[in-house]
């Protein structure tokens, strides 16, 4: 008897959205198209495997992802390529490749998965999702004050803005972080036996992440170390206060994080998250800023840009916290029949209910089955309505229309007035609550 084989399983950290949970999925990407077309942004897609290169000049090669987190592999003519990390480097790629930054401003947004090979947990995938906002070509705080806006109603929109609270910092230019990076490293030498064996690694590539540290021990000396905005010069002052001042006249609230530095090499000038504190250690859903100086980086002449992306698996945690999610059904209708001659009608009639009533989601049984069997599925589909048909009822040109949701008794009706019936149901249908 041969023996029977273990059944393979998905890949640590790499995990299926079942049927069940993918209307909160649609629900997310549906709020988030609708804000990003309030705004006038663009939809690019792009390619999920780049050149290795792309991410060591644009993230930099001392950095956690380029050292130790990318998928990278060879392909068969022995080029390296990686599984995309983040998004912001293939945008600009795709820009500067079809020449969309010469004496042109743009506003792009894509979606889609990023692979970091991390400890996977609660928040944090090796696949995961997320959106991204990229703009080009324009250098004034008012394009950084939009990008924060459309978060901030995106997030009302959601109802999760009471559990998200914007965090804000200015980086200054590459001379004035270079300066400060200077007096930061000073103090942390006079510092050093604080430091733990992640900051002592820092100290040499990445000073300013080690203000990023959440190391208990080390929150001391931190809070006294050098404030990067002590040392920016009037220019950025100038655009941070300009940036503050419209957020205010606007109504945003916000935090200032002198601590605020992002992960990458390649921000400059604003910088801002948005935080929670009720998804534990994972508590950034949204995070970008200004990083002008990667377009150089990558081979363009010199622009402007601010981005930001969003964690799709984190916000729909902070949604699933939520009461009053409605989202839509998978099914409107379940066609139940039973016999040859219903077989028929029943085919039959689906088709022209889906010509009639442009939407409308039907699902008609196959593969036979008893009454109560079919009942079953009907049910378990979450239509609002079972459409029933026997012979009976087919030779007559009539079915049975039973209410799955709500108490209402089970009614006769020829084919014309079931047609008028669904109709009316389908334009003013309501929304299912979550829970």
């Known amino acids: 008897m041969a023996k029977q084989q273990q059944a393979i399983q998905a890949i640590r950290g790499m995990h299926d959205v079942l049927p ?23 939809e690019i897609r792009l390619p999920i ?10 993230i930099g090669e001392v950095t956690d992802i380029v050292e130790k987190e990318m998928y990278t592999f060879e ?3 022995g080029d390296s ?45 090796r696949q995961f999702y997320q959106l991204g906002v990229e703009t080009y070509g324009m250098p004034g ?6 990008v924060i806006l459309l978060t901030d109603r995106l997030w009302k929109q959601l109802g999760i803005r009471d559990k998200v609270e914007l965090q804000l910092n200015s980086l200054g230019t590459t001379d004035e972080r270079s300066a400060y990076r200077d007096t930061l490293v000073e103090y942390f030498k006079h510092h050093i036996d604080v430091l733990d064996e992640d900051s002592l690694r820092r ?26 905005l002590e040392h920016l010069g009037e220019d950025s002052l100038q655009h941070f206060n300009s940036l503050k001042i419209m957020l205010d006249d606007l109504g945003v609230s916000y935090q200032l994080n002198t601590r605020l530095v992002r992960g990458l090499d390649y921000y400059g000038k604003t910088v801002f998250e948005w935080v929670t504190d009720e998804l534990g250690a994972q508590g950034t859903i949204c995070a970008g800023g200004r990083y002008d100086g990667l377009i150089e980086q990558l081979g363009g002449k010199p ?16 949604v699933e916290q939520l009461e009053n999610v409605v989202v839509e059904p998978n099914v409107d209708i379940y066609i139940i029949r039973v016999g040859a001659e219903a077989e028929k009608a029943g085919l039959l009639l689906s088709e022209q209910l889906r010509d009639a009533i442009a939407g409308l989601k039907l699902q008609l049984n196959c593969g036979g089955g008893s009454f109560k069997s079919q009942f079953k599925k009907a049910d378990k589909s979450g239509a609002a309505f079972a459409i029933i048909i026997g012979d009976d009822e087919a030779q007559r040109g009539e079915v049975a ?31 299912l609550h979550k829970n």
Not at 141 to 146: F, L, N, S
């Open 203 to 228: 100290l040499e590539t990445n000073p300013l992440r080690i203000l990023d540290s959440k190391n208990p021990s080390m929150q001391l000396m931190l809070r006294e170390a050098p404030v990067l």
């Open 49 to 58: 495997v780049e050149k290795t290169e792309l991410f060591k000049r644009s």
């Open 303 to 318: 622009n402007h840009a601010i981005g930001f992306a969003m964690g799709m698996e984190r916000i729909l945690a902070l």
């Open 81 to 125: 390529l990686t599984l995309r990390p983040e998004g912001t480097a293939g945008c600009l790629r795709a820009c500067l490749e079809h020449g969309l930054l010469h004496n042109q401003s743009h506003r792009l947004w894509y979606y889609g998965p990023m692979f970091r090979h991390e400890r996977p947990q609660k928040g944090r995938y």
């Open 141 to 146: 705080p008012d394009i950084d004050a939009e």
């Open 20 to 42: 069940e949970q993918s209307p909160y999925w649609q629900w997310l990407e549906h709020h988030t198209r609708q804000v990003l077309a309030a705004y006038g942004y663009q």
């Open 401 to 431: 229309l039973k209410s799955l949701r709500i108490e209402q008794e089970q009614t006769n009706l020829k084919h014309s007035a079931l047609l008028d019936y669904l109709k009316q149901w389908h334009a003013n249908k309501p929304l």
């Open 75 to 77: 392909d068969r003519n």
